[in-house]
């Protein structure tokens, strides 16, 4: 039987990170595929993957919790026909919900070892009122608490207390027994992504999963903290110092930005990576699509208008507004 593990968790938190950093080290003998979801219709966490794992499908249109069962279903059926893996890894994208995802594996026949939520312990604040990112630790029954580099021990113990309140409230139910769907969890700490193995070592047996659960809550994409995204493709002639600029000008309401962007002064493109404030950046010198970057927030064109006013080279082509 196939196994599978679901990486949640959101905006930002590390879940691609984790895939590089603990995946790669503790499954170099196994047969590994890898699904990723991304946001909107534009992805670039597959581009990164790929660079680690051989065989990466991304799923990249909308949100998989919601409207492509259908084609997250028929990616699986397809990279099981092409790889013959004997595990898959599911990035879900940062703005969905793993039950879903979840479901459709076990229709699938797949064994879900683990449904991992990686949460960030320095951004916790930043995002822990969103209904997604509290349905995404209620569904799951690993926690990662990821980015502890960047806390110090207080903070990390408050985290953990808010986690396991949240944990009480918004654990996934059956609606048919009223039972918990994971009747155990534990939570990790972690650096860079990386996790004591015993997280893939199956903290609960898969007995404790109860078949053909049915959710006992819906994501509703018109709530009001439902995100949003924008895509900016940009011009060739920008400088590294215009793109630190507008990283440093974002509005608190665009929590992460994401993408490639080629510049005059470094000679590889660089891969943008901002999540609440904190930026990283790293050359990939063999990426040929175009220079752009995504924007994800809650009501985000309200930020957007301002942004592009302040730097023009946003509006080359266009700044196109998605609907997950
Ligand atoms: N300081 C620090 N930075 C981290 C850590 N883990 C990840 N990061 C950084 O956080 C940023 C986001 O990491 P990703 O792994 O892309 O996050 P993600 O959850 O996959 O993001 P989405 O797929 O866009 O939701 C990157 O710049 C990482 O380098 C950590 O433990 N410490
Ligand atoms: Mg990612």
Do not use: W
Not at 184 to 190: E, V
Not at 191 to 216: C, H, M, N, W
Not at 223 to 248: G, M
Not at 312 to 322: A, H, I, R, V, Y
């Amino acid at each position: 039987m196939i196994s599978s593990f679901v990486i949640t968790g959101f905006l930002g938190v590390g879940k691609t990170t984790l895939l590089l950093n603990s995946v790669k080290k503790y499954f170099s003998d196994k047969k590994i595929a890898v699904i990723v979801n991304e946001f909107g219709d534009v992805g670039v966490d597959s581009q990164i993957l790929t660079n680690v794992h051989s065989e990466v499908l991304e799923i990249s249109e909308g949100c998989i919790c919601c409207q492509l069962a259908q084609e997250f279903e028929s990616g699986v059926i397809e990279i099981i026909d092409k790889y013959h893996p004997e595990i898959i890894f599911v990035e879900t994208s940062g703005a969905s919900e793993p039950f879903p995802i979840f479901m459709s594996l076990q229709n699938l026949g797949i064994a879900v070892e683990g449904v991992i939520c990686v949460v960030d312990a320095k951004n916790f604040d930043n995002y822990k009122n969103n209904s997604t990112a509290l349905y995404q630790i209620g569904g799951a029954n690993i926690i990662v608490i990821n980015k502890i580099d960047l806390v110090d021990e207080e903070k990390l113990k408050n985290v953990e207390a808010e986690i396991a309140e949240i944990k009480e409230r918004y654990n996934i139910k059956n609606t048919l027994t009223g039972e918990p769907v994971f009747k155990n969890y534990k939570i990790y700490k972690a650096k860079q992504g990386v996790v004591d193995p015993e997280v893939f070592e199956g903290v609960y047996t898969p007995d404790d999963v109860i078949r053909l659960a049915s959710d006992s809550h819906h994501h509703d994409h018109t709530a009001k903290d439902a995100l949003t995204q924008k895509v900016a493709y940009l011009p060739a002639d920008l400088s590294f110092a215009d793109i630190d600029a507008l990283l440093q000008a974002l509005p608190d309401n665009i929590y992460r930005v994401k993408g490639v962007v080629r510049t005059k002064d470094i000679p590889n493109p660089l891969f943008v990576n901002y999540a609440f404030g904190d930026v990283s950046y790293e050359e990939l010198p063999d990426y040929e699509g175009k220079s752009m970057l995504i924007f994800i927030g809650e009501s985000i064109e309200k930020g957007a208008a301002s942004l592009a006013k302040k730097f023009p080279f946003l509006s080359f082509p266009q700044f196109s507004l998605q609907k997950p």
